[in-house]
């Protein structure tokens, strides 16, 4: 720990025991003080006010004593059975130093006593009026010490039980798009090896934009949100991977508003959904395909679909919609990323074909200002 702030908190604390035992013997002192006044004897005057401070500073001095002997015998369930006695022990002892002094203290100051009074009688005299109160305070003080250190473990607990949960949350969200890595490279591969023996060019060039990609991911594997046109461009490159496979049966339209380009988006969310699309929505037909891609904000949402003119879902398809791997991924790190925020809609699109609606809060990272997407120049490299 900082020292200066370590000296700081011991001075606080030193002073926060100060005034509070002050303000007791204030108050302690004002009660006798009444006492004379209502009896009509005659009043000591600043010996009173002295008399009924000075125990509570001798008590101020003590309490950091107490507090250490709080800290090397807490009472607790499993040291109880030694912590009481120890303790009733020390605050019958302190207790009594405190009596001892204020015997000595009120001879010393020459308050009005009886003439008969001797040493023995004033002592058991306080000892019998302040035992209790002074035993109350000991324990009082313990009491304190015991709920303040209760409140301490319970807010470190609750911070520990937060960070565990924060490193779980993002361990999961690791794993999630872990799981896409392989699942997406296997699929590319796939269709490199299939244009390895058609086009020999063709299949080179998808190579290396295959290298682009993983290259990106890599760059990326341990960010969880990126903003939306660096996850077009990703699109983009594995676009014309499938492109080179489906020629003239796959085009793809993106309208992606200007204000949303810098919008932060999960790493990889896009990838799995139009992936879904070319497979289910373009791949299977012979004729002509189309991906389209919009980006909006809504108010305080992004708003993204995709949409393809495939043949959609029948009716038993509804219910087991096609929800593999990617779609199931995409559902579980949106409900790790933005629990109760966000909204994940498959359905038919209004003229036929599949449509998936995301939507999450619209957010930037301020950090990094970023260029939009041009999406003419997107929409020609692959259609």
């Given amino acids: 720990m900082n020292e200066p702030v370590s000296l700081r908190r011991r001075w606080t604390k030193a002073g926060m025991i100060l ?5 007791l013997g204030l108050f302690d002192a004002s009660l006798s003080s009444f006492h004379y006044i209502y009896t009509g004897e005659p009043h000591p005057g600043w010996k009173l006010w ?3 401070i000075s125990d509570w500073y001798l ?6 004593f107490i507090l250490g002997l709080a800290r090397r015998v807490p009472i607790r369930q499993d040291t109880w059975r030694y912590g009481v006695p120890i303790h009733f022990a020390v605050s019958l002892a302190i207790s009594f130093l405190i009596i001892l002094f204020d015997t000595e203290f009120y001879l010393l100051i020459d308050l009005p006593v009886s003439s008969s009074a001797t040493f023995q009688r004033l002592l058991v005299s306080i000892a019998l009026s302040k035992m209790h109160l002074y035993l109350f305070v000991y324990w009082a003080i313990l009491g304190i010490r015991q709920s303040l250190e209760y409140y301490r473990k319970l807010r470190e607990r609750e911070l520990q039980a937060t960070r565990l949960q924060g490193q779980l949350a993002q361990a999961q969200l690791e794993v999630l798009k872990m799981q896409l890595h392989p699942h997406f490279l296997f699929n590319t591969l796939n269709t490199i090896s299939a244009l ?3 086009n020999v060019d063709v299949a080179d060039r998808m190579i290396a934009r295959l290298g682009e990609m993983l290259r990106v991911t890599l760059e990326n594997s341990g960010t969880q949100e990126v903003p939306l046109c660096q996850e077009v461009d990703f699109i983009q490159a594995y676009l014309e991977i499938e492109k080179a496979r489906l020629g003239d049966r796959l085009a793809v339209t993106f ?8 919008a932060l988006v999960p790493n990889l969310i896009l990838q799995p959904l139009v992936e ?3 497979r289910h929505g ?8 189309r991906i389209e891609l919009n980006a909006r904000r809504e108010a305080n ?5 995709i949409k393809d003119n495939g043949p959609g879902l029948t009716p038993s398809q509804k219910s087991s919609t096609r929800t593999g791997l990617g779609l199931a991924n995409t559902r579980a790190r949106l409900e790790q990323l933005y629990p109760a925020l966000h909204r994940l809609e498959i359905s038919n699109g209004a003229n036929n074909g599949f449509a998936v609606t995301l939507l999450i809060p619209f957010h930037e990272d301020p950090r990094k200002p970023l260029s939009g997407v041009e999406p003419s120049l997107v929409e020609n490299v692959i259609s």
């Avoid at 309208?255 to 810098?262: T, Y």
């Avoid at 949402?301 to 679909?305: D, F, I, R, Y």
């Fill in 50 to 52: 002295a008399l009924g």
């Fill in 276 to 278: 879904n699309a070319v």
């Fill in 301 to 305: 949402n992004l708003t993204v679909e």
């Fill in 59 to 64: 008590w101020a001095a003590l309490t950091p």
């Fill in 255 to 262: 309208n992606i508003e200007p204000e949303v380009s810098d």
């Fill in 19 to 23: 005034l509070a035992f002050t303000l």
């Fill in 196 to 198: 390895i023996h058609q």
């Fill in 282 to 289: 373009i791949a299977p037909y012979s004729r002509p395909g």
